[in-house]
């Protein structure tokens, strides 16, 4: 089974214990238009889905086609929904919305903020993601994001990018290109790297488990840093995940300040 199966699994048993409503009380869909730092191009890759509830939402951006026919969901029960056809998208939104329920009373992990305008915030996010990174160490990031290149770059990591958005391939970015992820051997990259750095997003592309294993196998960390099903972030730490930042909407990109969590093993794996 699937990490994201089991979570839908394990969360639907253990809310079936609660009395949490969770009836759909919402669903919108739209499309992001947006530019990255020092470039001039506007980028359409990026799709979103927001599922709200009575007392929790789930979150998820991806890159297939809207389908507006979710709306018939609207009104209906998540378990039920389960049970139907839906996109890879929207199951990820439904496991975030459910681990917002469960996760809600967590007192151990306070959540911390980042403040500023939407390029400091970014920063502020990079930075807390590459904080036990040792320079000079080899990092693979899945998920192509300017402040993080630009921090790896000042803190002299050797760092290498992927992404799966064809108008950013090629992109130079403080020295660095970014490559085509579907046309990279992910399994020889995550071999010869001592990091990974990949986000959220690898649930909605169906590469999440691949990550996850051949990191496991080949004995690499590996650091989470989540917008799309932020709300699960804690319990990847049992799949394997070394640590995840997970931030909870609305993101760094929305003004006013941004909640996030950072939850990591003791200790991470030294080289």
Do not use: W
């Amino acid at each position: 089974m699937s990490i994201l199966e089991t979570l839908l699994s394990k969360g639907t048993h253990s809310l079936a214990q609660k009395t949490e409503n969770l009836r759909i009380d919402n669903i919108i869909l739209g499309k992001s238009l947006y530019t990255i730092k020092n470039c001039d191009s506007v980028f359409t890759d990026m799709n979103f889905c927001l599922v709200l509830l009575e007392n929790a939402y789930g979150f998820s951006y991806f890159q297939e086609e809207i389908d507006y026919g979710l709306s018939k969901f609207v009104n209906n029960e998540i378990p039920d929904i389960l049970k139907e056809d839906i996109p890879l998208y929207m199951r990820v939104a439904l496991a975030d919305a459910m681990y917002c329920l469960l996760n809600e009373e967590d007192i151990e992990h306070v959540p911390s903020f980042l403040v500023g305008n939407l390029r400091e915030k970014a920063r502020q996010r990079a930075s807390k993601l590459m904080d036990q990174i040792p320079s000079g160490s080899s990092v693979l990031l899945i998920g192509a994001a300017t402040e993080i290149i630009e921090e790896a770059a000042a803190r002299d990591i050797d760092l290498s990018v992927l992404d799966l958005e064809p108008q950013k391939i090629g992109l130079q970015i403080s020295s660095k290109t970014i490559e085509h992820g579907a046309g990279s051997d992910i399994t020889e990259r995550i071999k010869s790297a001592q990091y990974i750095i990949a986000t959220g997003m690898i649930f909605v592309s169906n590469t999440a488990d691949v990550v996850f294993s051949l990191a496991i196998e080949n004995e690499v960390n590996l650091i989470m840093y989540m917008e799309t099903g932020s709300n699960f972030g804690q319990q990847l730490l049992d799949f394997g995940a070394s640590a995840v930042l997970a931030e909870y909407f609305p993101f760094y990109d929305f003004y006013g300040k941004t909640r996030y969590t950072l939850f990591q093993k003791s200790t991470l794996r030294t080289y």
